[in-house]
């Protein structure tokens, strides 16, 4: 099972900060560090200095880096024409050497978008799609042809489809609970499937719809990663692991059931659950980025038994 870091920036993180998990996160072995693409914060917090942009923060880390797999849980289809995204993450892709996945999602958090002037549009899905089909079309057409579009709400005419990524396929991320619509585009279009702050039992029942999603499309249900994205809140003991919990503003015995949260030895028990259906891979949701010692224990504690 891959280990990745997983931040929220938009609660009160600089690009500094961030740099720093990336590179601790690099250094101590971790598969990935991933962020999320939000631009206001939520909850009880003040979101101090402000928020960053994900795709400038992962470029300038990109640069700083040289192992380390990076991207978006979720980046947000409301922000960004599909055709700008396509430019944004394929540049990024080669200023990392080939190291970028591109998670995408509808949007959903309308108060960011009256906060900062963006379209909140009501029918989002279907522009979730025409995205998919238009970033991935752009990407895949060959050098030297032209890539063109006609949807209900985007539409491409003579696309040079320029420029293209370092990886040959940018790995597609689709994630949500949705039980039909979901794991069909997930099926159509995703390397991986991840349903975040989901039980064991959920995640089976999740993961099942999108295998079943696949094989009617004529792939393989296993052609796909399946993922986890759960909070992290680890600690050597007890006391460790309620003053993280204090810090994050969250119970234990909430974090408990919902997370992975504990000793090390808990929290390897309970990955131990996910992998048995079918999950290869945990985003860490790491709230407290301030705290480099926890990802120093569960690099040294929990993935020596889960990779």
């Known amino acids: ?5 997983f931040t929220e920036p938009q609660q009160g993180a600089t690009y500094d900060t961030l740099l720093r998990v990336a590179k601790t996160a690099e250094e101590l072995g971790y598969d990935a560090f991933f962020r999320s693409d939000h631009y206001l914060h939520m909850g009880n917090v003040d979101g101090l200095p402000g928020p960053t942009d994900a795709w400038i923060t992962l470029a300038g880390i990109a640069r700083e880096t040289s192992r380390i797999r990076l991207g978006t849980l979720m980046t947000a289809g409301t922000f960004r024409l599909p055709g700008v995204l396509a430019i944004q993450v394929a540049q990024v892709d080669q200023m990392s050497g080939g190291r970028v996945e591109l998670g995408l999602g509808s949007g959903w958090y309308e108060e960011e978008h009256k906060a900062y002037g963006i379209p909140f549009p009501k029918e989002k899905f279907g522009r979730l799609e025409e995205q998919l089909a238009i970033v991935t079309g752009l990407w895949e057409t060959p050098v030297g042809e032209r890539f063109g579009y ?6 491409l005419q003579d696309s040079p489809a320029l420029p293209k990524p370092a990886q040959s396929r940018v790995p597609v ?3 949500g609970h949705g039980a039909k619509r979901t794991p069909a585009l997930a099926a159509k279009y995703a390397a991986e499937f991840n349903i975040p702050f989901a039980s064991v039992e959920d995640s089976e029942r999740q993961f099942g719809r999108v295998r079943a999603a696949a094989e009617e499309r004529g792939r393989k249900g296993d052609d796909l990663v399946y993922s986890n994205a759960l909070v992290a809140c680890v600690g050597r003991n007890d006391a460790e692991v309620e003053r993280r919990a204090r810090t994050i503003g969250r119970e234990v015995d909430e974090l408990k059931a919902n997370g992975l949260a504990g000793s090390p030895a808990e929290v390897v028990e309970k990955l131990g659950r996910y992998a048995a259906v079918g999950s290869r ?4 949701q790491m709230l407290d980025l301030d705290d480099l010692d926890h990802l120093e224990l569960i690099a040294s504690e929990v993935m020596p038994h889960v990779a």
């Open 173 to 175: 991320l689709i994630g």
């Open 150 to 155: 006609d949807g209900t709400f985007y539409q």
């Open 281 to 284: 891979r945990v985003y860490l």
């Open 1 to 5: 099972m891959d280990l990745r870091v």
